[in-house]
């Protein structure tokens, strides 16, 4: 037999007698390379006459291979997700957290131990092949991950929950889940109340709709099996912060910050029940400071709803006339009336309320109970370093009269203070000093246990008051912005306890919910953005933060329909009431401090004044019309000078009925440069949030006027903050330019 004509079987096994051969050094067989040669191109032949059949064969042989492990490998992936969906908590987003008392120590000791096990986690995780790994694969780890943890709790750093470091471990779970877990979260507003029995107006009424909007979504979690499981384990003692999820694409959300929707007041025809404003009284400054973060040091513009005018105005001091010494009014009203700047056809009228004076030695006794969030997402240098420097201050001007308590929540509540009288300044310091940020926010349980401890120290005729401070982003437990708020309005109004909120950070603060609480909490909100302004709010203004002269003050303005054919209320949608809630001892209201001033600005159309049309011809003006129209209705009335009637309600600090105060305002035709100094600057202010809310109402509003008549009327300015005002005006301008 040739060469060339050996079979499949004489060629192998020539080939492997030669190998064989050559290996144990026999006689070697016939060289094969003229066979070998010629079998290889007959199987290239071969293989190009049937190119497209062999290629179909062997890609249908592969596939049936690549079924062949998936079908054998399913069980074993089914089988490790039916024991991770066994071992899974009923709710892997709310898993059971048990609650217990916190010690320094044993907060640091953790969150050291928490931090080295989390970069570990993390380091390993983030190895893993995540966009592979799928399936049984996913399973196991988790349950090794599970088993783990179960067995040594504490060398994970998951033993308790105040100190784990939750921001890493977010970092390792999200590498190891290839997952990005996000919230999903609307704001919610703040809903007005019932309407009794209205009081009937010297000129005539208003009757503004009031509105609710539900309360907030409860919040989500998404992930696969991995995620869930691993992720309900680890939360049984710490969940994660806050601030590891992505919040810049949700409805109502600013940059990670949650404003209020500000819709701005109307004109209003003074004619009937609308001739009546009705609104709750604020004294809050914490959107000044917050526009003046964005301005100074993130050299932004805020968002439109971060502006809310009445704070901007209400952040200065005004030499408005105090109630005399020994009168029973805790406060003294100021009207004036001028050209309106920005619309030189209108008037502009500024209501100014005085507080009395509480001097430092003369304060009452006090029962605060400092309510610290300490969640990852206060891990910060402007958030808890900043709040703790700051309630420093306030401590060192407690005296022996003074007792401080201390609650700290996070994952779960607790009282890291009890209550100690403020003559003890070394120990209320180093609990402050204590403080470490980690895991995520309770911030529903912690104000009940700061509520419970305000009750059991008690202090009969004094100041009982729960201070907040946060950035407000509550995730874990009561949540919504109703919710908190109808906790907080229960308990001051059971309770007595008073409850004000200190805001910090930037990123995800919880604007909205802070104001509500604050609100119905009979409180004041502040933003704190610097140590110059912790000492402003917690030093220069103690006595007004924490000392309450009046609650549940309201105001009614009742415009003359023979003077005035429209008015708009420059700022307050927040706090607008029905006309019946003045007269209702029920409805909440807003509180003074001792020395606050409280401004409100009203933007007036005189009566004959056609707007954007011209003169008619054939008939009255609308405005004169409806004039005639109304005092044909009612009773014969003399004519009057009288432009409007401001009308105030008001309550003891401790009392349940309110008392009604009333003064009338003649309108003088004073030019805008024959007001006060203090109706320019804050006529200046308003115009200034007018701009940055690019509001429809500001006419011939302008930067460059602003700066003008500010820059004239700095007045007495100790602590420069009117000087400061025209550094932020001037850094508006420069980005609107932009």
């Known amino acids: 037999?040739?060469?060339?004509?050996?079979?499949?079987?004489?060629?192998?096994?020539?080939?492997?007698?030669?190998?064989?051969?050559?290996?144990?050094?026999?006689?070697?067989?016939?060289?094969?390379?003229?066979?070998?040669?010629?079998?290889?191109?007959?199987?290239?032949?071969?293989?190009?006459?049937?190119?497209?059949?062999?290629?179909?064969?062997?890609?249908?042989?592969?596939?049936?291979?690549?079924?062949?492990?998936?079908?054998?490998?399913?069980?074993?992936?089914?089988?490790?997700?039916?024991?991770?969906?066994?071992n899974m908590?009923?709710?892997?987003?709310?898993?059971?957290?048990?609650?217990?008392?916190?010690?320094?120590?044993?907060?640091?000791?953790?969150?050291s131990s928490a931090v080295a096990d989390g970069e570990s986690f993390s380091s390993k995780s983030e190895s893993m092949p995540t966009e592979e790994a799928s399936g049984a694969s996913f399973g196991?780890?988790?349950?090794?991950?599970?088993?783990?943890?179960?067995?040594?709790?504490?060398?994970?750093?998951?033993?308790?929950?105040?100190?784990?470091?939750?921001?890493?471990?977010?970092?390792?779970?999200?590498?190891?889940?290839?997952?990005?877990?996000?919230?999903?979260?609307?704001?919610?507003?703040?809903?007005?109340?019932?309407?009794?029995?209205?009081?009937?107006?010297?000129?005539?009424?208003?009757?503004?709709?009031?509105?609710?909007?539900?309360?907030?979504?409860?919040?989500?979690?998404?992930?696969?099996?991995?995620?869930?499981?691993?992720?309900?384990?680890v939360d049984l003692r710490a969940r994660q912060a806050d601030q590891a999820f992505s919040w810049?694409?949700?409805?109502?959300?600013?940059?990670?910050?949650?404003?209020?929707?500000?819709?701005?007041n109307p004109f209003v025809l003074a004619q009937g029940a609308e001739a009546l404003s009705?609104?709750?009284?604020?004294?809050?400054?914490?959107?000044?400071?917050?526009?003046?973060?964005?301005?100074?040091?993130?050299?932004?513009?805020?968002?439109?709803?971060?502006?809310?005018?009445?704070?901007?105005?209400?952040?200065?001091?005004?030499?408005?006339?105090?109630?005399?010494?020994?009168?029973?009014?805790?406060?003294?009203?100021?009207?004036?009336?001028?050209?309106?700047p920005w619309n030189a056809r209108h008037r502009l009228v500024r209501i100014g309320i005085k507080g009395r004076e509480v001097l430092a030695d003369k304060r009452p006794l006090s029962n605060l109970v400092f309510l610290v969030d300490v969640s990852g997402s206060m891990n910060e240098p402007n958030k808890l370093p900043l709040l703790v420097a700051g309630l420093k201050r306030l401590v060192r001007q407690l005296g022996e009269n003074d007792r401080v308590a201390l609650v700290v929540y996070a994952s779960s509540e607790g009282l890291a203070l009890p209550s100690t009288s403020g003559a003890d300044k070394p120990t209320i310091l180093a609990a402050l000093d204590r403080l470490t940020a980690g895991g995520s926010t309770a911030g529903g349980a912690g104000i009940q246990l700061a509520y419970q401890t305000a009750e059991e120290n008690f202090i009969t005729g004094g100041m009982n008051r729960v201070l907040l401070c946060t950035d407000g982003d509550f995730n874990v437990g009561l949540t919504g912005d109703t919710a908190l708020g109808d906790l907080v309005e229960t308990k001051a109004r059971e309770t007595g306890v008073f409850l004000s909120v200190l805001g910090f950070g930037r990123g995800n603060l919880n604007d909205a919910m802070m104001e509500t609480i604050s609100g119905r909490g009979n409180g004041v909100y502040a933003y704190?953005?610097?140590?110059?302004?912790?000492?402003?709010?917690?030093?220069?203004?103690?006595?007004?933060?924490?000392?309450?002269?009046?609650?549940?003050?309201?105001?009614?303005?009742e415009f003359n329909p023979q003077q005035v054919a429209r008015y708009r209320l420059v700022g307050y949608e927040n706090r607008l009431l029905a006309a019946e809630d003045f007269n209702d001892d029920q409805k909440d209201a807003g509180e003074i401090g001792a020395g606050h001033t409280v401004t409100a600005l009203y933007e007036i159309v005189p009566t004959g004044l056609a707007e954007g049309v011209d003169p008619l011809k054939y008939q009255q003006e609308p405005a004169e019309r409806s004039a005639q129209t109304a005092k044909a209705d009612a009773p014969e009335l003399p004519e009057s000078p009288e432009l409007l009637t401001l009308k105030i309600r008001y309550k003891q600090p401790d009392g349940d009925t309110s008392t009604?105060?009333?003064?009338?305002?003649?309108?003088?035709?004073?030019?805008?440069t024959d007001a006060s100094a203090d109706f320019q600057f804050a006529s200046a202010v308003a115009e200034f949030g007018l701009l940055l809310r690019n509001s429809q109402h500001r006419g011939a509003a302008s930067y460059d006027a602003v700066l003008q008549r500010a820059e004239s009327n700095l007045g007495d300015d100790p602590h420069g903050d009117r000087a400061e005002f025209l550094g932020l005006v001037r850094e508006a301008k420069r980005l609107s330019q932009q």
């Open 1 to 86: 037999m040739s060469e060339r004509n050996l079979s499949t079987n004489d060629l192998h096994d020539r080939v492997t007698d030669r190998l064989l051969a050559e290996a144990v050094g026999g006689e070697t067989p016939p060289d094969l390379r003229e066979a070998i040669l010629s079998r290889g191109q007959s199987g290239a032949a071969l293989a190009e006459s049937k190119p497209a059949r062999w290629r179909w064969v062997s890609l249908a042989i592969a596939a049936c291979l690549l079924v062949g492990i998936s079908v054998g490998l399913l069980p074993n992936g089914l089988q490790e997700a039916d024991q991770v969906a066994i």
């Open 89 to 111: 908590p009923a709710d892997a987003s709310k898993p059971p957290m048990p609650k217990q008392p916190f010690t320094a120590e044993q907060g640091n000791r953790e969150r």
């Open 140 to 233: 196991k780890s988790a349950r090794g991950g599970v088993a783990l943890a179960d067995e040594t709790p504490d060398s994970l750093g998951l033993g308790r929950s105040e100190g784990v470091d939750t921001d890493r471990l977010q970092r390792g779970l999200e590498a190891a889940e290839g997952v990005a877990a996000k919230p999903a979260r609307t704001p919610s507003a703040i809903s007005s109340g019932a309407t009794p029995a209205l009081e009937s107006p010297s000129y005539s009424g208003r009757t503004p709709a009031s509105s609710a909007s539900p309360a907030s979504p409860p919040f989500v979690f998404s992930a696969d099996s991995y995620g869930r499981e691993l992720k309900g384990r």
């Open 248 to 264: 810049q694409h949700l409805p109502g959300i600013a940059g990670g910050d949650r404003y209020a929707a500000i819709n701005e």
């Open 278 to 340: 009705t609104f709750s009284i604020d004294v809050d400054t914490a959107s000044y400071a917050n526009v003046r973060q964005f301005l100074q040091q993130r050299h932004q513009l805020p968002p439109a709803d971060a502006v809310r005018i009445e704070e901007l105005v209400n952040y200065f001091d005004y030499a408005y006339e105090a109630p005399a010494a020994e009168s029973e009014v805790p406060f003294a009203a100021n009207l004036e009336v001028a050209d309106c």
């Open 528 to 557: 704190i953005d610097s140590d110059r302004e912790a000492h402003r709010v917690l030093v220069r203004q103690m006595s007004g933060t924490l000392v309450t002269i009046a609650k549940d003050v309201k105001l009614q303005v």
């Open 660 to 672: 009604k105060l009333e003064f009338p305002l003649v309108d003088e035709e004073a030019s805008l």
